[in-house]
């Protein structure tokens, strides 16, 4: 665990280095993001955990292009962040995958934008084919490739967005809170093909979640924000190593560290146990 929420500084340069980063919507009571400072480093996974409003999707948002800081600096590999760019794909909770395209035709729908398809070559369009057809075996959907998207599961349906977001072959992929409305059983696997992913595409990726249970398995690091105003509270080193199975997450250094992060959560948010948070609702319904 560091409470340095800046990586030790190392020869070579951050992919993603975020500097004094202020973020204030008009109106608001309170920033949403204050003065936020992290490295993330190549070919890292770095999840957030928080609780709700302490600005994980912003500063997401933030580094996707999509979201402006109010003040502050954020770059990518050295140049300021001054909106969406090929270089970093974002993965949503909800899949928004085009009904009226199949599977294969979603994949690839970023090689029709005008980013992709400038001084285009027809070698560039049968690589692109190889691409989409390697993804669809990645995913495990190679049968799929002509169905259309209510067709799908959706654990199917959030392979079909995270395919087409590594279509393009991004440096960085931003992913908010992606296997949040699958069930237990389906975000186990998808847990797993994540990890997978990113040791062969050798992405850096950016993993927003509320689950600390996903944060840990996931993650080489786990970055806790605390909310009123969003802020980095903590960093924790995740120590397990790279070779990881469904059964660590009942290992009981695994359990320690969660449950740590658990009731870091609940301090930084002002709710301290459940029972309080209960017993402080049941309160004021009958004041």
């Known amino acids: 665990m560091s409470t340095n929420p800046v990586s030790p500084a190392t020869l070579a340069l951050p992919k993603i280095a975020i500097r004094d980063v202020f973020k204030r919507f008009d109106g608001a009571p309170t920033n949403a993001l204050e003065n936020i400072n992290l490295d993330i480093q190549a070919n890292e996974f770095v999840t957030f955990v928080g609780a709700s409003g302490c600005g994980k999707s912003t500063l997401l948002r933030t580094i996707g292009g999509l979201e402006v800081q109010t003040s502050g600096e954020l770059l990518v590999d050295g140049k300021l962040v001054e909106g969406p760019g090929i270089d970093r794909a974002m993965v949503f909770q909800h899949y928004s995958l085009y009904p009226w395209m199949t599977v294969c035709q979603n994949i690839k729908f970023c090689r029709q934008l005008a980013a992709h398809t400038k001084d285009r070559t027809s070698s560039d369009v ?135 992060i658990l009731d870091r959560i609940r301090e930084t948010s002002g709710m301290k146990t459940d029972l309080e948070q209960l017993q402080r609702m049941t309160g004021a319904a009958t004041a």
């Open 126 to 260: 049968e690589a692109a084919d190889g691409r989409a057809d390697a993804l669809l075996r990645l995913m495990g959907l190679q049968a799929m490739g002509h169905a259309w998207p209510n067709q799908l599961s959706g654990g199917m349906q959030q392979r079909v967005a995270i395919a087409r977001a590594l279509m393009g072959r991004p440096d960085i992929v931003l992913m908010d809170e992606p296997f949040g409305a699958l069930d237990a059983q389906t975000r186990e696997v998808m847990h797993d093909l994540i990890r997978y992913v990113h040791k062969l595409e050798k992405a850096t990726i950016v993993f927003v979640t509320h689950d600390v249970e996903e944060a840990l398995y996931l993650g080489g690091r786990v970055v806790l924000m605390a909310p009123r105003p969003g802020r980095i509270d903590t960093v924790y080193d995740v120590p397990f190593g790279d070779q990881r199975t469904q059964d660590l997450k009942h290992a009981p250094e695994f359990l320690r560290l969660k449950r740590d």
